[in-house]
């Protein structure tokens, strides 16, 4: 089964800069998408494609790929940004999306 | 303003049947892919099921594919999760969402519903 592997928690000083990865096969071929999520809300897109951001989200976000890992930064983080990150993709028939196991963030 | 609106949650005995509804507005509903996903309570994001604009397109998490039916009925703006033979597992929240995919290989949910909780409980 297609898998994207996250880990599962992550601490970074306010401030900071903090790097999110997830990792699968499916990476090689499609872009990841990063979610973030807060207690009792729904998700909100952070990053989609190469490195794009919607509208609204901060430009300390950004998003790179190497390989079968993509990877979320948050150069100087803020307490707002504690939340829980997931990284979204297809599977290898392009059909079927999939989502990490979620990351929790905790801001120091 | 893009707005998703679940409902049809609520507690349900394991092996019975639920139909969850997504009201949809602001945009042209028809011509977007919509997504079910579910979140387990303290769990993480599940993908559930997607379906096409003209419905042509269907897919399901495999774990899943015999017991839920994803539809939509574009003249009224909605999409639909039927689950048969619910199971304690199946507990969740279930959110609706607008899909949206580009040819250069990205995709995401742009706007998400608030969620509708599903209890499948004895």
């Known amino acids: 089964s297609f898998e994207l592997t996250q880990d599962p928690a992550v601490s970074v000083a306010l401030g900071q800069t903090v790097r999110i990865t997830c990792q699968g096969d499916?990476?090689?071929?499609?872009?990841a998408t990063w979610y973030q999520q807060k207690p009792g809300q729904a998700p909100v897109v952070v990053i989609y494609?190469?490195?794009n951001r919607p509208s609204g989200i901060p430009d300390r976000f950004s998003g790179s790929s190497s390989g079968n890992t993509a990877s979320l930064t948050i150069t100087g983080t803020q307490a707002e940004d504690e939340a829980d990150y997931y990284c979204?993709?297809?599977?290898?028939?392009?059909?079927?999306?999939?989502f990490g196991g979620g990351t929790k963030l905790t801001v120091l | 303003e893009v707005q998703l609106v679940e409902s049809g949650g609520g507690l349900v005995r394991p092996g019975g049947s639920l139909r969850l509804s997504c009201a949809a507005s602001?945009?042209?509903?028809?011509?977007?892919?919509m997504t079910w996903v579910r979140q387990a309570p303290g769990k993480g994001l599940e993908w559930v099921s997607s379906?096409?604009?003209?419905?042509?397109?269907?897919y399901y998490a495999d774990s899943l594919k015999a017991r839920f039916t994803i539809s939509r009925d574009n003249a009224k703006n909605s999409l639909y999760l039927q689950m048969n033979s619910l199971r304690a597992e199946d507990t969740a929240v279930y959110y609706c969402?607008?899909?949206?995919?580009?040819?250069?290989?990205?995709?995401?949910?742009?706007?998400w519903g608030q969620g509708t909780l599903v209890t499948v409980s004895s």
């Open positions: 979204n993709s297809r599977d290898s028939s392009g059909n079927h999306l999939v």
């Open positions: 494609g190469k490195n």
């Open positions: 602001g945009f042209t509903f028809s011509s977007y892919t």
């Open positions: 969402a607008r899909d949206l995919a580009h040819s250069s290989g990205w995709h995401m949910a742009d706007y």
């Open positions: 379906i096409s604009g003209g419905s042509s397109y269907i």
């Open positions: 499916s990476l090689r071929r499609y872009y």
